[in-house]
């Protein structure tokens, strides 16, 4: 009775991690997890505007704005202070920093010790950024990519009941 995907889906990753240390049947808990987290995907695709309907040169403004400040915090669901931040740097001007690079295996993953050395302007998506991944189990982050606006489709057409990058 709630509308908050994050703390259900928080639960039922806590209950999932229980059930496998105590080395029960966690394929349950992992079914329900991955159909809310699709449920939440195609609620925000219901919702939010398609990247064809922004145009570029009003993404690369934003961004470029956006990229004034030293530190910019989104948190919810909008896609388009990504876009902005992407499109800004595909047009030379300066992009706000989210500290992923490639890992050892090419994910992009959020690397600490560049984040606190960078002196950048830096984006922090603090609560539901749909290009980040993470393990529930591990804690580690990774950054999904997508040209223009296919971050949406990618998750939609090609993942639902997985992990992006699977």
């Known amino acids: 009775r709630t509308a908050d995907f994050e703390t259900v889906m928080g639960v039922l990753a806590a209950a999932q991690a229980a059930a496998e240390a105590l080395s029960y049947d ?10 809310l987290r699709d449920a939440l995907i195609h609620a925000v695709r219901a919702v939010h505007v398609d990247h064809a309907q922004v145009p570029t040169p ?4 934003v961004g470029s704005r956006l990229a004034e400040y030293d530190r910019v915090f989104t ?3 909008d896609l388009l202070p990504y876009w902005a931040t992407m499109e800004a740097g595909e047009a030379g001007a300066t992009r706000l920093d989210d500290s992923f ?14 984040h606190d050395r960078d002196a950048k302007p830096s984006i922090y998506y603090l609560h539901g950024a749909l290009p980040l991944v993470s393990d529930i189990f591990t804690g580690a982050v990774r950054k999904v990519q997508a ?8 998750w939609t057409k090609h993942h639902v009941g997985a992990s992006p990058d699977h």
């Open 58 to 61: 009003l993404l690369q403004y």
């Open 26 to 35: 966690t394929e349950g808990f992992q079914r329900v997890y991955n159909a």
């Open 101 to 114: 690079r490639p890992d050892s295996s090419g994910r992009l993953a959020w690397q600490r010790d560049v």
């Open 147 to 154: 040209g223009g606006g296919a971050l949406l489709d990618k």
């Open 75 to 77: 948190t919810n669901y």
